[in-house]
């Protein structure tokens, strides 16, 4: 059961006996978005009645991951495994196909309501002390509606008495309304790339420059054909200090902003979204696949600091 206070009960909640929990709506204007209470996940996004975001019913799983909070770390762990302090941490197998931890600890915990508001939504959850990882977290997520932007903030707070390297990511599936995925125009700001190796147990090589690559972005490429499940790094900043990565179509531009913590895109295009068939995820994140082993660009977070960080969807 919640036990969250809500100090502001102006926006929508309907409670649901699914494997989502509550469904937290917040609007402003004609824009809607529904946050999840199991996952904190984004369910659905919309700017005047059209998707901007792959949704799913009510009284669904989120399928492939869609919309999910990914902490405190995004992607795969190598085996489960990672040393802290010394000493070999095992984390429960959670893609046993491949047999690593992956997508963090918090995508299938109910979440402490905050705060609801008619535009905002403020969710909390806390990371306990669990075999393969040693050291206590508290983490909010703030889900902001505008006309036709939303504003997603995450915070991660060490509450142990050690210090801990921490990855937050999260798992939105993009669309521009009714528009095959194919005919979806990508740029993406990325010099840097970590493509997939379907055969291997970590399913990444090593990072490598995109010049002359199949996996350049950055002048914009049509979807059509491409196969992804690929981390892309190097993201390079616009005026305003943040990673802009977009989507289009015949006029059409949906923009996925990161803010400079957000160093890597994982982009992902299955073929079997329930639903929707062929589809496109594109992942923020703060590190990439096995950074609890490698360190790359981990949060480092001394006992009782924090960090908070941010991403968004603008439709323009």
């Not at 979440?111 to 969710?123: D, F, G, I, K, Y």
């Not at 990855?167 to 010099?191: C, K, N, W």
Request: charged fraction near 20%; proline fraction near 7%; charge should be negative.
């Amino acid at each position: 059961m919640t036990t969250g206070l809500v100090t502001s009960w102006i926006g929508k909640v309907v409670r649901m006996g699914n494997p989502t929990g509550q469904q937290f709506e917040i609007t402003r204007g004609n824009a809607r978005a529904v946050v999840t209470e199991i996952g904190a996940g984004l369910r659905a996004f919309e700017v005047g009645g059209v998707p901007y975001v792959e949704e799913f019913p009510e009284d669904a799983k989120p399928p492939l991951g869609a919309g999910q909070v990914l902490l405190p770390w995004p992607n795969r762990t190598k085996g489960g495994q990672w040393t802290f302090q010394g000493e070999t941490q095992q984390l429960e197998i959670t893609e046993e196909a491949r047999g690593n931890a992956i997508h963090g600890l918090t995508r299938h915990l109910e979440w402490e309501l905050l705060e609801h508001a008619e535009s905002s939504v403020t969710l909390a959850v806390d990371v306990a002390v669990q075999p393969g990882w040693p050291v206590p977290l508290r983490a909010t997520v703030t889900y902001e509606i505008a006309p036709r932007e939303l504003t997603v903030t995450h915070e991660i707070r060490n509450e142990g008495e050690q210090p801990i390297g921490v990855g937050v990511g999260t798992h939105p599936y993009f669309r521009i309304g009714d528009v095959p995925t194919d005919e979806l125009t990508l740029t993406l700001p990325a010099s840097r790339v970590r493509p997939s190796l379907p055969d291997e147990q970590m399913p990444y090589a090593e990072e490598q420059d995109v010049e002359g690559t199949e996996y350049d972005f950055r002048a914009g490429r049509v979807l059509a054909g491409v196969n992804l499940d690929t981390a892309f790094g190097g993201l390079a900043a616009a005026e305003d200090g943040r990673h802009h990565i977009v989507l289009s179509h015949d006029g059409q531009e949906l923009l996925v902003w990161t803010g400079p913590d957000f160093h890597w895109a994982q982009v992902f295009t299955p073929d079997d979204l329930v639903g929707r068939g062929r589809a496109v995820a594109i992942e923020p994140m703060t590190c990439p696949a096995d950074a609890l082993n490698t360190g790359t660009d981990l949060i480092e977070l001394e006992p009782s600091a924090s960090w908070s960080g941010s991403w968004g969807i603008r439709v323009r």
